[in-house]
C-alpha cells in the first residue's frame, strides 16, 4: 500500500506539474514540464536519502558507537520487525529528528547532537520508534517526493513572468495569479500529508517502543528546543521541514491546514490518551520494550569523532 500511495503522489504531482508548464509555454512546456517531472521522479526515488543527509551534514554513526546510538536504533527496529537503518548525527544545538529513504531496506534516521544532550534515553527511545513508524509506513519516500516537487513546482511558476507566450494566454493578472496558485497547490497537498502522516506515526511508534508517554515527554521538550533554537540547515532548506518531528522552523502553535505539522500539544493529548487507554503497552509483535533493555545514552556537548 505504501507503494501505491507513493505512485499515485508521484502521477498527482506530475500533472500538477504539467499544468503549470502548459500554462508557461502551451503544449509544448507541457511535454518539457512531463520530462522533467519523469527525471526527478527517477532521481528522487533513487537518491532521496544521500539529497536529504547532506542537506543537513549529516555524519554516518557506525555500529558499536560509544554513545550506543546505533545499538538502542538496532533494537527498536527489531521490535519493529525493520531492517536496521542507517544511523546519523547532525551537528546542531536544536533537538530534532528525522527519517529518510525510499524504503526499508535503504533508510536512515537522523537526530541532531541537541537531541542527545536533552532527552533522557527513555524519551530518545520514543523519538526513534516514531521516526521507524514513518519507515515503516512509507512516508519517507512519499513526503521527499512532495517536497521536491512543491519546490520544483514553484521554481517553474516563477519563470512564468519571463516567458512572453505564458503573458499572452493568461494576461499580467492571470499570470501572476499562477505564480501564487501552483506553488501553494504544491504546498497544500505537501502540508495536508505531513499532519496527517504525524498522527499515525506516534500512534505506531508508542506501540513500537510501548510507552507512549516517553514520546509525549520527548515532543514537549523538542518543541521547547525547537521554538528558541535555530536550525540554520532548516532555514537553508525549508523543503525539508516537514520531514522532521517538530517543525524547525518556529511553526505557528496553532493546528491549520497551513501548518507542516499538528499542534504539539494535540499530539502530546493524544498519546496520554492512548497511555490511560493501555495503548502501547507492548511492542509489535508482542514485544515489550523496557527501559532496562534500551541501550544507554551518554551525554556529550558535542558529537566529535565516533569510536
Known sequence: MGYLKTAMLMAAMTALFMGVGY????????VIALVVAAAMNVFTWWNSDRMVLRMHNAQPVPPGDRMGLHAMTA???????LPTP??????????????????????????TSGLLNVLTREEL?????????????????IMTVT???????????????????????????????????????????????????EYAADKAGAEICGQPLWLASALEKIAMGAARIDNHAAERNPATA????????????HDSLFATHP?????????????????????????????????????????????
Open 147 to 197: 517536497a521536491t516537487f512543491a519546490g520544483a513546482i514553484s521554481m517553474l511558476a516563477n519563470f512564468a513572468l519571463f516567458f512572453g507566450g505564458s503573458r499572452e494566454r493568461m494576461g499580467l493578472i492571470g499570470t501572476l495569479a499562477m505564480m501564487l496558485l501552483a506553488p501553494m497547490a504544491a504546498a497544500l497537498v505537501q502540508m495536508a500529508i505531513s499532519r496527517t502522516r
Open 125 to 141: 527511545a520514543g523519538v526513534i520508534a516514531h521516526e521507524l513508524a514513518h519507515i515503516r509506513n512509507h512516508d519517507t519516500a
Open 263 to 307: 499542534a504539539t500539544e494535540n499530539r502530546v493529548t493524544a498519546l496520554r490518551a492512548m497511555a490511560a487507554q493501555g495503548g502501547g503497552s507492548s511492542g509489535l509483535g508482542g514485544t515489550h520494550v523496557s527501559a532496562s533493555r534500551i541501550p544507554k545514552i551518554k551525554s556529550r556537548k558535542r558529537p566529535g569523532p565516533w569510536s
Open 86 to 111: 542507517s544511523v546519523y548525527l547532525i551537528d546542531t544545538p536544536q533537538p530534532n529528528a528525522f527519517a529518510t529513504g525510499r524504503n526499508p531496506d535503504n533508510a536512515a534516521v537522523a537526530v
Open 242 to 253: 516537514h520531514m522532521f518531528i517538530i517543525n524547525p522552523l518556529h511553526a505557528h502553535k
Open 75 to 81: 533494537e527498536l527496529a527489531r521490535n519493529a520487525n
Open 23 to 30: 500554462l508557461i509555454g502551451g503544449s509544448g512546456g507541457a
